[in-house]
């Protein structure tokens, strides 16, 4: 099973920009697609973005598309999400996510991080 580890999270105004970094270890990173998830108090736990095992591919959920970009280092065993023009409604604990299967990494991965808090304030 791989370990995630995720990093990056914060406060930030509306406009602003942030990095989110997940470190993988435990089993062979570039096996695995990735992906993000986010949670906000009193609401499910959504899909954000996805990225497949080579990086060739990435899916992103209606709400973040042309804003956030997720990408992977396989060298360095990590995965990133760079949101730009963030907005308050995208305050959440945002979760990296890992699964064997590039499908299943966009409804019910199998390996989860932590989450890190990411607050935007209006």
């Known amino acids: 099973q791989v370990q995630l580890v995720e990093s990056g999270g914060g406060l930030v105004q509306a406009g602003g920009s942030l990095r989110l970094s997940c470190a993988a270890s435990?089993?062979?990173?570039?096996?695995?697609?990735m992906g993000w998830f986010r949670q906000s108090p009193g609401k499910e736990r959504e899909f954000v973005a996805a990225i497949t095992r080579g990086g060739g591919t990435t899916y992103y959920a209606d709400s973040v598309k042309g804003r956030f970009t997720i990408s992977r280092d396989n060298a360095k065993n990590k995965l990133y999400l760079q949101m730009n023009s963030l907005k308050p409604e995208d305050t959440a604990v945002y979760y990296c996510?890992?699964?064997?299967?590039?499908?299943?990494?966009?409804?019910?991965?199998?390996?989860w991080g932590q989450g890190t808090q990411v607050t935007v304030s209006s």
């Open positions: 435990g089993r062979t990173f570039s096996s695995y697609a």
């Open positions: 996510a890992a699964d064997l299967s590039s499908f299943a990494i966009r409804t019910t991965p199998d390996a």
